[in-house]
């Protein structure tokens, strides 16, 4: 057992964690749950002694016997990768892009064990196949670029387990992954819980994932424990509010009531998108056509790789076709020649990450202001960034922060006003609330449909969270392989799917086990 006894860290004077305890069990694994800055993610760092110098950590982290917040960092070396192993949200940001997977596997074995590289390598073909990256289709040599998502965080795991830990942190997954991937690096997480003995720590903001995987829960808030016990008590009967407020708030949302939207606003007629590939060429767009009515909202969904984000692009005027038409209120939007800047201020876009599409270095103001580019910087912008930030829930005196002075919801909001501020006709949403925390999640959404009844918005929603989809969209296309295989109301589509695609992307959604009537 590894033991997490009244840990509390203190960060620049501030009490980030305060006494918290946790018993982690070889072959159970605990949800760690929590609201982005609750704590979660110190907690793990603490464990693995990886918290800022600026950090002054107490309490015990015990293993073995002895208190890993006292050794000295030449000790807690070789504990970490050996004894302690971490899978991050983003496998992209922490893989070596210029080092191969098979190198990046064998580097852990190097560094604890001793081994040379052949034997080094040889142990790494075996972890990669254990993770479900079999040879010959996975070769060693392959970088990191040259996987998917979901294939990059099997190499993140792959290297956790290299050397058979007794505890492995999982943080945040599978937050960019879509369902069908998730649900596969879910069950690998489960069975080598089950086949190595090891105890695991899941970290995330998703309860149903919770609900699926853990055998007991702790709710953090404010950096302490709110409450913990085990998984399925926990959830039928929690004792305290903040817990019933997470509840309440990963609740399914109700389907939208059928609506008919007669006018068309945007037009995909026969859209084929072609790549250069090292093995010949990729049909990214398969002679897709949709329409987006005024008003409506669409939904996009599909595993990874299928084309949503290449046609959203396209949409967009971003990616020129190869073949099919693409017009928005009759123009017709081609990324192959110049397009009106009228046109292009009809159509914006939020992405999934605020904070890398924002530049750090300009204040929100100037940030808001950007889109008027397109159509001339009127002379109240600043009365018109004002009330952008009153639209989303923000302060007029937030104008004069940087981005790094909100959180990760309130820069969400921030992109929904820039892309608000020259009002559009279409706004694209690329997975734009998949790695926010439930709470805010929730108050996000309320904002886009709010928003969207105010001024008669239509939305492209790209997303892998089929509850999300559920709640926000009136229809549905379904793709797979740059095709759409299925088209229809969204509540249609998500009880009761004819296509066999579309049935293991519903089948794979994990819920709460909860009866919500």
Known sequence: MIRVADLSVVLDGRRVLDRVSLDLVPGQVTGLVGESGSGKSM??????????????????????????????????????????????????????????????????????????????????????????????????????????????????????????????????????????????????????????????????????????????????????????????????????????????????????????????????????????????????????????GRGESVGLVGESGCGKSTLARAILGLEPLQAGRITLDGQVVDAGRLMPRGLRARMQVVFQDPFGSFDPRWRVDRLLAEPFHLTGRPPDWRKRVAEALAEVGLQPTDARKFIHQFSGGQRQRLAIARALIIRPALIVLDEAVSALDVRVRAQVLDLLARLQRDHGLSYLFISHDLSVVRGITDRVLVMQAGRVVEEGPTQQILDAPRNDHSRSLVAAIPAIPIDWS
């Open 43 to 292: 907690t793990a760092l603490a464990v693995m002694g990886l918290l800022p110098q600026r950090a002054r950590a107490s309490g015990q982290v015990a293993l073995d016997g002895r208190n890993l917040l006292a050794l000295p960092e030449r000790e807690l070396c070789r504990i970490r990768g050996a004894r302690i192993g971490m899978i991050f949200q983003e496998p992209m940001t922490a893989l070596n892009p210029l080092m191969t997977i098979g190198d990046q596997v064998a580097e852990v074995l190097r560094l604890h064990q001793g081994l040379n590289r052949r034997a080094a390598l040889g142990q790494a073909r075996e972890r990669l196949d254990r993770v479900g990256l079999p040879a010959p289709r996975f070769p060693l040599s392959l970088y990191p670029h040259e996987l998917s998502g979901g294939q990059r965080q099997r190499v993140a795991i792959a290297l956790a387990i290299a050397l058979r830990p007794d505890l492995l942190i999982a943080d945040e997954p599978t937050t960019a992954l879509d369902v069908t991937t998730q649900a596969r690096i879910l069950d690998l997480l489960k069975d080598l819980v089950r086949d190595e003995g090891m105890a695991l720590l899941l970290i995330t903001h998703d309860l149903a994932v919770v609900a699926g995987m853990a055998d007991r829960v702790a709710v953090m808030q404010n950096g302490r424990i709110a409450e913990e016990g085990p998984t399925g008590s926990l959830f039928r009967g929690p004792r305290h509010p903040y817990t019933r407020q997470l509840l309440d708030a990963s609740r399914p949302a109700p389907a939208r009531p059928a609506s008919d939207f007669p006018t068309p606003l945007v037009q995909v007629e026969g859209a084929v998108r072609d790549y250069r590939t090292a093995d010949g060429g990729l049909r990214a767009l398969d002679g897709i056509s949709m329409t987006i």
